[in-house]
C-alpha cells in the first residue's frame, strides 16, 4: 500500500495490518473455519479422536523450513532478530526472532504440548506435567531431562515468528509457540506442572489440511537430521529430488564440508528407510531421491 498525501507510516501500517486480518478470515472462511470463533485442532486432524499416541502434526510452512535446526547439540545457540529463515519455497518467507529452535529438543517438546492441547479449543488453557511430558518425548525421567524440557518451554514461549504465504493466508500475523504459561513449582522453585495457552492464530498454519502427520513412535526415535528429512519428505505426497545443499539450508546445518554432509544425509537416507517412513530414501548426484505414500500436499 502506498501512501498517500496526509498519511503517515502508522497509517499505512494499521492498514496494512486490516489488509493482513482481512485476507487470513477470507482464507479460515474458505476452509470452513468461522475466524471469529473458537477452534481445536483435532476436529481437522484425521483419525486422532480418542487417540493421544499415534500421530504429532507439524505446519508444512514450519515443516518446510530452518524453524527448528540440526545444529550440532554442544555449539551455543544463538540469538537471533527479525532474521529470515531458511524456506524450501522460495514463495513463502518465514521472520523469526528468539532463541534458535532445535529438532533435537524443542521441535519434540513443542509437538507434544500441541499433542496435549489439540481437543482444547485454541486460546483456552490447558495442564500437563513436566514428569509426563518428559515421558512422552521418550527422555529419561531424571533431574537433567526435566530441565531440559522446562527449557524448551521457556525457548517456545520467548519467540515470536511471522510466516508470508503469498499462494494462501497471506501474513500470519506475529505468533509465538507456546502464548503463555504459568506453573506450579516444587520446593526448590522449579516447574513440575504446566498450564499453557496455544495462540488462536496458529489455526490458520493448519487449516485446509496444511499440515504433516507423523508416526510418533518411530518420529522421535529419529536423529535430528534425520528428524528434518522425515520433515520435508512427509509434508509431500510425492517429494520432488531435493538438493543436499539446499537440505542443509532447511537444517540450518554449519557444516559447509561437502563430503562430510553427503555423508551425515545419507546415514539419515537410512533411518528414515528404516522406520518405514520412506520407502526409497538416497542420495544420487547430490540429490535426496525419496518416496513415501505418507506425507500431504
Do not use: C
Given at each position: 500500500m502506498k501512501p498517500v498525501t496526509g498519511e503517515t507510516k502508522e497509517d499505512v501500517a494499521k492498514g496494512n495490518g486490516q489488509m493482513d486480518r482481512l485476507r487470513r478470515q477470507s482464507y479460515l472462511n474458505s476452509r470452513g473455519i468461522k475466524p471469529r470463533e473458537q477452534f481445536q485442532l483435532d476436529l481437522i486432524f484425521p483419525d486422532t479422536i480418542g487417540d493421544r499416541k499415534g500421530k504429532r502434526h507439524i505446519p508444512n510452512d514450519y515443516a518446510r523450513s530452518s524453524l527448528f535446526t540440526a545444529s550440532n547439540k554442544?555449539?551455543?545457540?544463538?540469538?537471533?532478530?527479525?532474521?529470515?529463515?531458511?524456506?524450501?519455497?522460495?514463495?513463502?518467507?518465514?521472520?523469526?526472532?528468539?532463541?534458535?529452535?532445535?529438532?533435537?529438543?524443542?521441535?519434540?517438546?513443542?509437538?507434544?504440548?500441541?499433542?496435549y492441547g489439540q481437543s482444547v479449543p485454541l486460546g483456552e488453557p490447558f495442564d500437563f506435567s513436566i514428569k509426563d511430558l518428559v515421558v512422552a518425548v521418550g527422555w529419561h525421567k531424571n533431574g537433567r531431562y526435566y530441565d531440559k524440557a522446562r527449557e524448551c518451554i521457556s525457548r517456545l514461549k520467548a519467540n515470536e515468528i511471522m510466516v508470508r504465504n503469498e499462494s494462501a493466508y497471506g501474513?500470519?500475523?506475529?505468533?509465538?509457540?507456546?502464548?503463555?504459561?504459568t506453573t506450579k513449582n516444587d520446593e526448590e522453585g522449579k516447574?513440575?506442572?504446566?498450564?499453557?495457552?496455544?495462540?488462536?492464530?496458529?489455526?490458520?498454519?493448519?487449516?485446509?489440511?496444511?499440515?504433516?502427520?507423523?508416526n510418533w513412535e518411530k518420529y522421535r526415535t529419529l536423529s535430528p537430521v534425520a528428524r528434518r528429512l522425515a520433515d520435508y519428505v512427509e509434508s509431500h505426497k510425492h517429494p520432488y529430488p531435493l538438493p543436499i545443499a539446499k537440505f542443509r539450508d532447511m537444517c540450518a546445518s554449519p557444516n559447509k564440508n561437502l563430503r562430510s554432509w553427503r555423508q551425515v544425509v545419507r546415514k539419515a537416507c537410512d533411518e528414515i528407510r528404516a522406520a518405514g517412513i520412506a520407502g526409497i530414501a538416497n542420495v544420487t548426484d547430490d540429490f535426496i531421491v525419496c518416496s513415501t505414500s505418507l506425507g500431504r500436499v
Open positions: 554442544r555449539a551455543p545457540r544463538t540469538s537471533l532478530m527479525r532474521a529470515k529463515l531458511f524456506h524450501y519455497s522460495e514463495s513463502i518467507s518465514v521472520i523469526y526472532t528468539g532463541s534458535e529452535l532445535r529438532a533435537e529438543d524443542d521441535e519434540l517438546i513443542w509437538l507434544q504440548i500441541l499433542n501474513n500470519s500475523g506475529a505468533i509465538s509457540l507456546i502464548y503463555k504459561y516447574p513440575v506442572n504446566y498450564r499453557v495457552w496455544i495462540d488462536p492464530g496458529l489455526i490458520v498454519l493448519f487449516a485446509g489440511n496444511t499440515f504433516t502427520s507423523h
